[in-house]
């Protein structure tokens, strides 16, 4: 292989959350007041840490979102977790090549810990992630696109920046990857290529991966 660590986004890239998320974000948005279409949801907050959804309403509106707006918006996620999510396709199958090969991986996500957990829990992922691989921008402060996620990630699992390659499916987390010295591969399942244009390389199906991997 020609990595050390692969390093996966969650969202859009182990499981299919996004469209849930996505609509369900634009939905409640909307709902209180800040009208929002999952188009709009999909284009700025796809991929995004929590504090940057409050920094973009107050930014465009002068008002900020409720106190309990979090923990409203995760328990209708993971409630429509329970009943819609599915691993993305062909994802499982990268993961046991990955296994085969030894090939350490882990995950890094712009969500907290409970949405990653409940999102394997929910898909059967959980078996290829224990607590050692599992990080989120909750143990750093600053979500994607800030490089600090993804350089925490390297740090703790031991290999250097430019021996590690992430594979992402939104602009902020492209840009966290290359602000941190690391090749990048871009997902197009969800995203236009050209918003992933400073991606290493760009695929449009899993089961492109492995082979690019190699």
């Known amino acids: 292989m020609r990595y050390d660590l692969v390093i996966f986004d969650n969202d859009g890239v182990l499981v299919d959350s ?6 369900l974000l634009a939905a409640y948005l909307t709902e209180l007041g800040h009208p929002t279409t999952y188009e709009d949801s999909i284009r700025d907050y796809m991929g995004s840490a929590m504090h940057r959804i409050h920094d973009l309403v107050l930014e465009r509106t002068g008002e900020r979102l409720p106190d309990d707006f979090d923990d ?23 993961l046991e090549k990955l296994t085969a090969d030894g090939v350490p991986f882990c995950v890094a996500s712009s969500g907290s810990h409970d949405r990653i957990r409940v999102g394997h829990r929910t898909t059967g992922l959980d078996r290829w992630f224990d607590d050692g691989r599992v990080f989120s921008s909750q143990d750093v402060g600053r979500g994607k696109p800030a490089p600090d996620l993804f350089l925490y990630v390297a740090e703790r699992m031991g290999v250097a920046p430019e021996r590690c390659v992430v594979v992402e499916d939104s602009p902020l987390g492209v840009q966290a990857a290359v602000a941190a010295g690391m090749d990048v591969y871009g997902f197009t399942a969800m995203t236009p290529a050209d918003r992933l244009a400073g991606a290493s390389e760009l ?11 190699v």
């Open 72 to 94: 409203v918006f995760h328990a209708r996620v993971f409630a429509a977790f329970e009943r819609e999510l599915q691993p993305v396709a062909g994802v499982e199958n990268v």
């Open 18 to 23: 996004e469209p849930i998320s996505n609509r």
């Open 203 to 213: 695929f449009a199906s899993m089961g492109e991966l492995a082979d690019l991997l």
